[in-house]
């Protein structure tokens, strides 16, 4: 009778929704240290929301942290990388930007063209909804670079 009852609560317990923890960018930060993250730095952008900028290796990107509360804590986050590029994306990268994002399910890349049409920005990102079963660590800042990797060898193939 004890072992059912404690099968009971146990399936009772892993039914339950996984706690979220929204995090303030500063513990974000120490997270970004700890992944391997180099000179990070915050910079607040409002009440609501703030940015991380970091390297790793030879690559720069940044946490923004958004929907944050009275406290300081904020409800998702989004890490991104992007390169600068000059002259104009033409047809052929947009296909390539589309065929990497119908063929990996983590992360999303994109193009964003400068209204001069002399440069563009080309980038990926990731996204976490904090509030909602998902925490912010060091595995999170993993997938990321592994998302960064392929999307870098997914550019630098040739079509």
């Known amino acids: 009778m ?13 039914a339950l929704p996984a706690l979220a923890w929204p995090i303030s960018p500063e513990n974000a930060a120490t997270i970004l240290t700890r ?7 915050l910079t607040w952008l409002g009440d609501d929301a703030a940015r991380l900028d970091a390297k790793q290796g030879d690559f720069k990107y940044s946490v923004r ?6 406290a300081k ?16 994306p033409d047809f ?22 400068r209204p001069d049409q002399q440069s563009f920005a080309l980038g990926v990102d990731y996204s976490l909804d904090l509030k909602n079963e998902a925490n912010f660590d060091t595995e999170d800042m993993d997938k990321f670079m592994s998302i960064l990797d392929a999307y870098i060898g997914h550019m630098s193939n040739e079509p």
Request: aromatic share 10%.
């Open 2 to 14: 004890i072992r059912r009852s404690t099968c009971v609560a146990l399936a009772a317990l892993m």
């Open 35 to 41: 992944a391997g993250g180099e000179d990070v730095e």
């Open 65 to 70: 942290m958004m929907d944050c509360d009275e």
């Open 73 to 88: 804590v904020c409800a998702s986050a989004m890490i991104f990388a992007t390169f600068e590029m000059s002259g104009a």
């Open 92 to 113: 052929a990268m947009y296909q390539k930007t589309n065929h990497f994002n119908d063929s990996f399910p983590f992360g999303r890349a994109f193009i964003l063209p």
